[in-house]
């Protein structure tokens, strides 16, 4: 697992965050994974990953929110990046 991938990608994300709207929550924001740690690893941070971008899609499906889309593609760049870093998902 590359581990300086996963903390600039999560850097890289935290930076795009603050373009979009003050309203815009999400759980992510600011939190890193802990290498060490199996209940705070990159594996169950890219689940939250998964399950913020799964919230995300409910929204969009109640209508269009340009902000919400842009945080989709950000959370979906970001989860491409923490994969392509070796984090899993967990089962």
Request: glycine share 4%; net charge negative; proline share 5%.
């Amino acid at each position: 697992m590359d581990k300086k991938a996963i903390i600039a990608a999560i850097d890289h994300f935290n930076e795009q965050l603050e373009a979009l709207p003050e309203d815009i929550d999400c759980a992510i924001v600011g939190l890193y994974p802990e290498f060490d740690d199996p209940e705070t690893s990159p594996q169950v941070f890219l689940t939250l990953v998964d399950d913020e971008i799964t919230w995300s899609l409910s929204v969009l499906r109640m209508g269009k929110n340009e902000a919400v889309e842009k945080l989709l593609e950000l959370l979906q760049e970001l989860a491409s990046a923490l994969r392509r870093a070796g984090a899993e998902p967990m089962a």
